[in-house]
């Protein structure tokens, strides 16, 4: 089945600094990838996903990268804010399941 | 107008009981899940129902029991509770059949066994 690992486990950034996290998966089947962003003591929410015939998203401040070669894909958050602090997570779908990542606790200091 | 709800929000109960979560979307979404959050975060896909047939069933102990009354609706009983069933207990509803698409989760259920 579909394995999803998640890099860094935290990540501390400056106020307007950019944040990158990565997801490796492990089944060749998935074909969307989603990353849900979690705040303390909140449900998770959809930020961005990318399906596995495209390359890149964007989205304002947020954007993800898909190497589907390579099986990586990658969050990037750009002029970072407070209000970005939040568990991120990603997610990869084979077979009408998600599988979630471990998250990332991303904390923005002013 | 809440679009995926649950009750109860906590639920503190002592080892051996018995106890249910409910869940109702007002999406009309086909597929219904539930999520276990652990202590350590950790978001795991348990059960997935698409219009009240199960199709996924993960390795899940039989303590832990879905019903889907209809298609809106998906409940999770839960038999002789063991203190490693605390968690964050999540309902999230999808549109289509495959999965793929914005997972909606309802609040959660904050389960304590003591």
């Known amino acids: 089945g579909e394995n999803v690992e998640q890099h860094p486990s935290t990540l501390s950034v400056q106020e307007g600094d950019s944040a990158v996290i990565k997801c490796t998966y492990s089944?060749?089947?998935?074909?969307?990838f989603p990353w849900y962003k979690q705040e303390l003591g909140k449900r998770p929410q959809l930020i961005i996903d990318i399906r596995s015939n495209v390359g890149e998203k964007k989205d304002q401040r947020i954007a993800v990268t898909l190497n589907k070669t390579a099986k990586h894909f990658s969050l990037h958050i750009t002029e970072t804010q407070p209000e970005d602090s939040a568990v991120y997570f990603c997610?990869?779908?084979?077979?009408?399941?998600?599988?979630f990542g471990t998250g990332t606790r991303l904390l923005v200091s002013p | 107008d809440t679009a995926v709800s649950q009750t109860p929000k906590y639920l503190v109960t002592q080892m051996g009981n018995d106890k249910s979560i409910k869940c109702e979307q007002n999406l009309g979404h086909d597929t219904m899940y539930w999520y276990k959050q652990d202590s350590k975060k950790f978001l795991k896909i348990m059960f997935s129902?698409?219009?009240?047939?199960?199709?996924i069933n993960e390795t899940v102990p039989n303590r832990f029991s879905p019903k889907s009354p209809d298609k809106a609706h998906l409940n999770l009983h839960i038999n002789s509770l063991e203190l490693g069933d605390s968690a964050v207990y999540f309902c999230?509803?999808?549109?289509?059949?495959?999965?793929?698409?914005?997972?909606?989760f309802g609040p959660g259920t904050r389960l304590t066994v003591t």
């Open positions: 129902y698409n219009n009240k047939e199960l199709i």
């Open positions: 089944d060749s089947a998935s074909n969307y």
């Open positions: 999230a509803s999808n549109p289509g059949t495959e999965g793929a698409g914005e997972q909606y």
């Open positions: 997610a990869g779908l084979a077979f009408q399941k998600l599988v």
